[in-house]
């Protein structure tokens, strides 16, 4: 069973940034790539980024495009997120996935990610 810790969430205001991790002890990571989801209270876990095993290839949300910036360390096992100009809208608990295999899945759904993490709270206050 693969293990995901995500950190970096808080409070931020409108305007601001977080910086969010994910690691993982797994060696199957440098393998696999990597998405981050959220979601908000009374709404679908849905899609935020995701990045390709070599980090040739990203993928972003409409919400996500020109604000967050998915990265990776294989070395660390460690997978980013940076967010700025958030926005309350970005309010959520978010959550990182690995995916089947290395390459980004077609479809940015939850079912194509094998292994989650216990997510980490993001508020952003107006």
């Known amino acids: 069973q693969v293990q995901l810790q995500e950190s970096g969430g808080g409070l931020a205001q409108a305007g601001g940034s977080l910086s969010l991790s994910c690691g993982t002890s797994?060696?199957?990571?440098?393998?696999?790539?990597m998405g981050w989801f959220r979601q908000a209270p009374g709404k679908e876990r849905e899609f935020v980024a995701a990045?390709?095993?070599?980090?040739?290839?990203?993928s972003y949300a409409d919400p996500a495009k020109g604000r967050f910036t998915i990265s990776r360390d294989n070395a660390k096992k460690t997978v980013y997120l940076e967010m700025n100009s958030l926005t309350p809208d970005d309010t959520a608990v978010y959550y990182c996935?690995?995916?089947?295999?290395?390459?980004?899945?077609?479809?940015?759904?939850?079912?194509?990610?094998?292994?989650w993490g216990q997510g980490t709270q993001v508020t952003v206050s107006s």
């Open positions: 996935a690995a995916a089947r295999f290395p390459q980004i899945p077609e479809i940015p759904n939850t079912s194509n990610y094998l292994y």
């Open positions: 797994d060696d199957t990571f440098p393998n696999r790539a």
């Open positions: 990045i390709s095993w070599s980090s040739v290839w990203k």
